[in-house]
């Protein structure tokens, strides 16, 4: 059996693993450029579509949810708050929770950043003719579920919410 030493260096653009994350490095550097003159991050995109598909979750659970840090998640779900994009709500099974709803304005910020994202995609994907696009998805949609990795987990900003479940 060969030990490594005897394997030939191939470079690290030979490993789809490498590619992966540099390209999603980038990928979410551009995308949050993009985003500059809406005054959000991928991070608030991710948080308010994931509302708008499970409207009413505590704070707790989109915290869980997304894998952000509860300390995260409080700081950005007051920031959206204040500028009137949700609002909390008492939960009406955790007593002591409240359930998160996206306002019109949020639900009208996030078009316009699906708008953005759309065309940051289109440009980025522009290589690529509309089957491959498709195939592109699908592989990466795979990888993600073997992976037991969500789409947006991408945004993780610190191990989940923590050890302590608190009521938010």
Do not use: K, W, Y
């Given at each position: 059996?060969?030990?490594?030493s005897?394997r030939a260096?191939?470079?690290?653009d030979?490993?789809?693993?490498?590619?992966l994350?540099?390209?999603?490095?980038?990928?979410?550097?551009?995308?949050a450029?993009l985003?500059?003159?809406l005054?959000?991050q991928?991070?608030?995109?991710?948080?308010?579509?994931?509302?708008?598909?499970?409207?009413?979750?505590?704070?707790?659970?989109?915290?869980e949810s997304?894998?952000?840090?509860?300390?995260?998640?409080?700081g950005?779900?007051?920031?959206?708050?204040?500028?009137?994009?949700l609002t909390?709500r008492r939960?009406p099974?955790?007593?002591?929770?409240?359930?998160?709803?996206?306002?019109?304005?949020?639900?009208e910020l996030?078009?316009?950043?699906e708008?953005?994202?759309?065309?940051y995609?289109?440009d980025?994907?522009?290589p690529?003719?509309?089957?491959q696009?498709?195939?592109?998805?699908?592989?990466?949609?795979?990888?993600?579920?073997?992976?037991?990795v969500?789409a947006?987990?991408h945004?993780?900003?610190?191990?989940?919410?923590g050890?302590?479940?608190a009521p938010d």
């Open positions: 059996m060969p030990s490594n005897d260096h191939v470079g690290l030979a490993h789809p693993t490498f590619l994350a540099q390209l999603g490095v980038h990928t979410t550097e551009q995308f450029a985003l500059t003159p005054g959000i991928p991070r608030h995109v991710a948080v308010l579509s994931t509302l708008i598909d499970r409207e009413g979750l505590s704070q707790q659970q989109l915290c997304l894998r952000i840090h509860r300390n995260v998640m409080v950005m779900v007051d920031d959206l708050e204040q500028r009137g994009l909390r939960h099974v955790q007593r002591r929770a409240h359930a998160l709803h996206v306002l019109p304005a949020g639900e996030l078009r316009e950043a708008a953005v994202l759309d065309r995609e289109t980025l994907l522009e690529f003719d509309p089957d696009r498709i195939l592109l998805l699908e592989f990466l949609q795979r990888l993600g579920v073997r992976s037991g969500r947006v987990r945004i993780d900003v610190g191990g989940g919410c050890a302590d479940p």
